[in-house]
Structure formats: C-alpha cells, structure tokens
C-alpha cells in the first residue's frame, strides 16, 4: 500500500494533461442518488456518490463556472458535464434562479419575504440529479440580523452544513451565535492572509465550536510555499472543505500564478493522498481559477480536473 501512495505523487502532471489520447478515453462518471445526508455532525460520512473517489468526496465551487451562464439549472448540467456530485453553491447562482432583484435594497426586502420552500424545491433539483450542496458562499456578516437568520434558514432548506463567508475577527463573531442558533457552521475562507506574519486560525476557531474552515489550499501554498498538509494536519477536524487549484510558489516568476492543473507546483496528490489516508471527511472542491483557452470552457475544464483527482486517488 505504501509503495502504491508513494507512486501516485509521482504521477506525471504534465503527461496527464498533455496526452489528448487519454482525455478522449475518460467518460462520464455516473452520478448515483444514493448520496447521505449531513446530519449536523462533522464526524459523519462524507457522500458517497459519483465523484467520490478512494473515500475521498471531489465537488467544486459553483464559482468555477462564472464565465458561462449561471442559475441553478445551468449549473446541475455543468455538474452532470463534469461527473460532479457535490458543490459550494454560490448565493448567486441561486438566488438569481429564484428571481432576486438586482437592485440591493429591493433584494434585501425580496429576501426576507421569499418562503423557504422555494429553496426546498432547490434542493428536491440537485437531489434528483443526485448532487448534494455541502455548503453555500452567502457572505452575509454585514447584513442585518434578519437577512442572516435568512441566509442560515436557506442553507438548511438546501441541506447544508452551513454558510461560507471571507474570514476576519468581525465576520467570525458577527456569524458564530447565527450558526450555532440554527445549528448550522459558519465556515471562512481564506486568501493569502497566512503570507502575513503572525496570522493563525486558532483566535477565530476559539470564538465557537460553530466556526469551521474553508481551507484555501492553493492561496495558503501559492502565497507562503509552505507544504498545505502542514494546516491540514492540524486543522483537520475543524475543516469542512478544501479549495484545490494549482499554483505557482511564491519564489516563482511569475509568483502566485493560478496554473492548469499540472503545470504548477502545487502538491495536488499530498493534499488528496492525506486525506484519503486518514479517511476524513473533508470535501475537495475544485476551484477553477486558470485562464481557459478560446478552444475550451470552464465545464471542460472542470471535468478535466475531475478526471485528474480521479486517476491520482484511484
């Protein structure tokens, strides 16, 4: 067993990504509705449904798709393209499906009378084409008290663990009493903050138990070059989720490059490789940042990156 991990982070990235012959032969990974729901416990079992590969569950951020067209059903047909099982819905994508106003104080006022079956039918959608929403980017702490009680409800109408947000000592103590209120997680995310000297997850998680992670795994190593497993390894029981890309090290020119997957440095299989390992729960999204060529799009390269966590784990 250890001679076969050992292998798989010698896989060749470059020859993955280079052999168009071996692009062709992959097909569509078949979703399954079997997936299990979250049930309020971070020890539960990640899904085990279409793009779950050795244990460990791939999904990606809606984000990923932001250069084509958005909206709920456009992005169940991205997941279904990709042979994706799991997402971090952005509040956008759904929120435009359901028919927000664009104008900031009309969608406040929308918000707060719109009923929480509308999102329940949301959710019987990505259930029937077998997808679970882990968790939705609503970015709701400078909202009112009611717009984010809003934001919770709504995750939970999705089946949620809870709602994302960017981390800083405001938004973790303005979300934290939210989350655990309506026994969900406020879960941050992070960009190059960890470049800073000084700067640790432990003031923010100590806030509550109801603070989780959304561990930037390509910002942390394309900003700092320090190994991602170093905070996966410490931080693992409070990670929900991980966003993978890959990037350039900071000592690289051009430095803190978003790269297709392969052509950068990032240890994509240590991270995958670890987790799988210790068998934890945390879902790997894929977060496709890369510039995609005139002759693709972003659900190609998406379903590219799917295949490319697949052969490293399986």
Known sequence: MEDKENSKRQFSRRKFLG?????????????????????????????????NFGGVQIGAITYSWRSMPGGVDNVIKYCKEAGISSVELMSNDVEDFLGAPKNPQDRKAWRLALPMSKYEEVKKMFDNAGIKIHIVKF???KWSDEEIDYAFKAAKA????????????????RLAPFAAKHGLYAIF????????????YDPFLAVSPAVMINFDAGHFFGSTGIHPNTIIEKYHDRIISIHIKDKTGPKTDPANMNQVWGQGEMPLADVLLLIKK????????????????PWSNASKEVKTCVQYAKQILT
Do not use: R
């Not at 999705?158 to 103590?173: D, F, P, Q, S, W």
């Open 19 to 51: 052999s168009t012959a071996t692009l062709a032969a992959f097909s569509m990974v078949p979703l399954s509705l079997s997936s299990k729901s979250f049930q309020g416990e971070k020890k539960a079992a990640v899904s085990a449904s279409g793009s």
């Open 139 to 141: 970015s709701p702490s």
């Open 158 to 173: 999705l089946g949620a663990k809870g709602v994302t947000e960017e981390i800083g000592e405001a938004a973790v103590k």
């Open 189 to 200: 995310h992070q960009h190059m903050q960890f470049a800073t000297p000084g700067f640790s």
């Open 278 to 293: 210790n068998k934890w729960p945390i879902n790997c999204d894929i977060e496709l940042e890369y510039d995609v060529k």
